[in-house]
């Protein structure tokens, strides 16, 4: 894994919090973090069996985290919801207490009075329990509280059997058995081990009870019916208390994944902001990253430039132009440094060392600009510029250049005295108009054009050492008290009117437009100081100073240019701008660029940082940083017990959202391996329902007669349980394969409605194979089996608690229809009974029942009191349970319904959870993506791969790389300030230098990366990546696809005339190849560039060059004539160097090739 060298604390733990996170959704600034992840996930994804959720203990008994700090705080943000929970189902509770209540009331039999009694008595205990849970003490005694309401609910069931006389019947004591042990299972918190173990002693002591008190009870079959009637009850609610359990922690873990990627999308955010006030202004960025937006949905940008550079002809001066981003400024000053006697400092020293000199010097200037109230454009070889009232406006703008000005050339006899040498520096300063932009979509830079920009580079060139030699129109902005000025040369002016001619082109019978302008001079003056000499010391004791402890601080990455380009170029040097604002440094430094932090505490970190090498320790930590990020926001505090859903539909309160919760089953792709992702949830809720069906299906043939239309019933509903659980299984273990197969299927399958009724269906599966049995033999039998009937319905309504992905309403909703079924079947005669002894007609005196719970006994009756009632069969349309059966039947309902509703709610919040951490860090990639594209239009990848460390120097000497400079040498004829203030030209020139940018993206010229552009000067190099040089099967590849790229850029050129009104752009192109220093120079403004004499001598190449042709010295020669022709040209002089021999390019040879 790549390092920082001194790993912090934060580091290692924002890895460890994302270790469970989904590779291909999380965002980690290095590239080993994200390739550890990966590894990490390929071996998960080589388990056999699920775990139960993120960081979980393993346990499937007890689910809990495998940290007691993340385990503890889950509890806190879950013990609202809990709480609430409880307080609902003490109110159904009470509901049922007033209810059970009123129907003693009313019916008022034998015993009524005692049971109304019992019943007041116990509503109130429950009041007074639901009272206590608004108290501070029920956070603290809230498992206590749990045990007494369990105890209470079960006592009360089991204490009508004190009674020999019962006013509540079998089917009503089951159904509040089975209602209170699936209530300890999902809404009273305790844990497991004490639920099962509260939950299976009501259920012996009630079944031993019932059948003390009933003799048909008795026997086995019925015995073991009930037997399996009850486990199913206790299936399902182990069933749910564990998805419950997981369901939470998942939650929990999900929203901590979510409120750390929001830190490290803020980290990200403030990253790429720096990034880009390193690159452009903000306002300017935006615009950039929306025409990158755009150019991402809208490829028709492309279409439009590949129309241009098609082979086919354009139409003349039709052009169609790209986003353009520039704006015109006024009263804007430029300043332009040169350091006098660089040559001579640079002729005895390596050009590593040289590379580390001018570092350290600019890294003052970098300093001294952002306090001076500067911005920096760039830096071009030795040559230093930035403006002033760009790209937001000020008064002072003249003064921040002068200040500046006089502050480099104090700087620079500093670093004379640190380093032993003998520079100086050459000032010059223009106030006027400006155009501020970017040229270009790769590697590109904010920058200022201009004709003031020209003269501005013209006071530099034509000033003295050690002063700073500005124009008339500067010191119109400056206090001249201040400065201690005199008067200087007068300068040529380029501002001049152009007039446009119309000229005879013999060689081609054309006309042809070009521009003629009048000669003018301006005035100019030299400031050599300050009048003040407080003002003196305040600029010699304040930005020089901390320049140099800020170049002493700074990190040896330099730009290296053309050591010097010929005169005429530097007249129309153009360059990137950086924005910084007063004294708060805007730029992007090193450490920032390269060391992105995750969300940390920085008190912990200096506390703790030499204890994480421990690893528990260091996941310790992490949970407790997890925990305070949570604990940041209060809105997360009701995130974990109010999603953003309406309360009457559960529907999310965004479209977008519910949308996207009902395709989340189709798209899920995260979790694969843990039971709280839906594919396994699914297999689950199948896995628990084909139990539940096949222990009903035991229970009907053991208990009811085996007819034919049951058998039928049992086989369809068997073949369709069946199919189920292979769809859940093949989901969970051959997604992709079902996918490649039948897609149309699989979505269907997947789809919201289809898994809404399927689901709809198998949640009915045991309601209905119970009604499925009903008969006359069932209303008839002597055995009992109308009440074992009503057993399987209730127990059958709460299986529609099972499916927690589909809508409550649509299972509260199924449930109410079989609960009217019981309801109606009740109300309806379906036989005819006979009422003789020995059907199964009751006789009872006292609608009470001696020695009985039941009001309809199975037992046979031979004589018949004087006072008896003869009791109709249960299902004869006049017993008189059915209105027992009915308040069964409803309260069971709103249980059922309430259940529904809140595991509905609880998955919807899990989800919106996951959703709202997997937007988070797709948000938080998007950014780094961002920051990435930025961040490599300042320094290429494999550049940047190389400074993640806490020493981000880079200087490094590459061999045998090419170099060329492709220049527009008539572009300033072509270039006119009249119309539009010369915008539109610039428009014209973003074309271009877009067109040739196009050309970098074909897989030929992988070798070939644009390095700057300076005006129309287009310079770009190859053989810097040493990885992909290592990957070209001839040594030289990139050295002739630097070649082939430059007559591409005639070409284009060439197309691009053609769609030009009466001009033509001359395009010379100077190539050289040998030892170039590639390296980052700045220390709050940081530029790539490649220095050398290599460099030199290409620039040499295109200034020196002949129209339209690419020019080489003869040590290219050598190497690539192997591959293309040349003609000799002649001796030529560089600057430098003498007398140099050189060739003209006459074009590829046919049929050679050295892919």
Known sequence: MASNGNTKRGDNLYLTTMDTIDPKTVCV????????????????????????????????????????ILEREQWEKSFPQTRRRFRAILCIILVSCLAWSVFFGIRQ??????????????????????????????????????????????GGILAQFLYSNSLVSTVGTF??????????????????FMSIGLGVTHSIFYEVLVAVRNDYMQQPIIIVGKALLHLCVH??????????????????????QSVLAQRELKNEKRIKEKMIHSLMPPSVAQEVMASRQDKEQNPDEDSRSKKRNSKSKNVKGEIIFRPFNMNTMDNVSILFADIVGFTKMSSNKTAAHLVGLLNDLFGRFDTLCTNSGCEKISTLGDCYYCVSGCPQSREDHAKCCVDMGLGMIIAIKEFDRDNNESVNMRVGVHTGTVLCGIVGRQRFKFDVWSNDVTLANTMESSGLPGKVHISEASLSFLNK???????????????????????????????????????????????NGYKNEMGQEGSEGGDPTSSNQQGADGVGHVEGNPEDLDESSEKHRLSNHFESKGSDVNGITRNLLYRR???????????????????????????????????EDSTNQEFFYRPPIHALTLAFTTAEMETDYRDHYLEDTQNQNTVSSPRYQALLEIIVAFMVFGITSVCCFLIFERQIPWIL????????????LIQAFTDVRYKERKVETCPSCTHLMSGWYFRNLIGAVVTSIPVLAVYSNLSCEIAISTFSQDHFFCYCIVMALLHYCNYNMISSWVKSIVASLAGIVILVLLYVQLCVFKNNPGTKSMVNGTFGYSNTTDISISTLVTTIAPDATVVPPLFSGEHPLQFEIILDIILLLILVFFLNREFEISYRLSYHGDKQASANKQQMQLNKEQADWLLHNIIPKHVSEQLKGENCQYSKNHKDVGVIFAAIVNFNEFYDESYEGGREYLRVLNELVSDYEDLLNQHRFKDVEKIKT????????????????????????????????????????????????????????GYNHGEVTAGVIGTTKLLYDIWGDTVNISSRMYSTGVKDRIQVPEACLKLLEEVFEFEYRGTIQVKGKGDMKTYLLKGKRDGVHWE
């Open 29 to 68: 600034d290095l590239d080993g973090e994200e390739n550890e992840l990966n590894e990490s996930s390929d071996k998960q994804t080589c388990v056999k069996w699920p775990i139960l959720f993120e960081r979980a203990s393993g346990s499937w008994w007890n689910p809990k985290f495998d940290s007691p």
């Open 109 to 154: 039999d034998v015993l009524w009075l005692e049971f109304l009694i019992g019943s007041v008595v116990f509503l109130c205990l429950i009041a007074l329990i639901l009272g206590f849970t608004f108290t501070k003490f029920y956070k603290r005694f809230y498992l206590l509280t749990s045990i007494l309401l369990s105890v209470l609910l079960c």
């Open 175 to 192: 159904a509040a058995s089975i209602e209170v042990l699936f209530m300890m299972y999902t809404v009273i918190p305790m844990p497991l």
């Open 235 to 256: 299936v399902m609610g182990i069933h749910i208390f564990i998805m419950s359990q997981v369901g939470q922690r998942s939650t929990f873990w999900k929203i901590g």
């Open 481 to 527: 008290e201040d400065y201690d000025v005199e008067e200087g040369p007068d300068v040529q002016d380029n501002r001049t009117y152009k007039v446009l001619i119309e000229e005879y082109d013999t060689s081609k019978s054309t006309y042809a437009v070009r521009h003629t302008e009048e000669q003018k001079v301006i005035k100019t003056y030299f400031i």
């Open 597 to 631: 932090r995750s969300a940390s505490d920085v008190s912990l970190e200096q506390e703790n940082e030499e204890e994480t090498r421990d690893g528990e320790h260091g996941k310790y930590m992490n949970d407790k940083q997890i925990i305070k990020l949570i604990n």
């Open 713 to 724: 019933v049992f086989i369809i509903f068997l073949i369709l349980e069946i199919l189920c």
């Open 1014 to 1069: 300076i005006t129309s000067t287009f310079m770009a190099a190859s053989g810097l990546n040493t990885q992909s040089r290592m990957e070209n099967k001839h040594p030289h590849a990139h050295l002739f696809a630097l070649m082939e790229f430059s007559m591409e850029m005639q070409e284009v050129v060439k197309r691009f005339n053609e769609s030009l009104f009466n001009f033509d752009f001359i395009l010379n192109i």
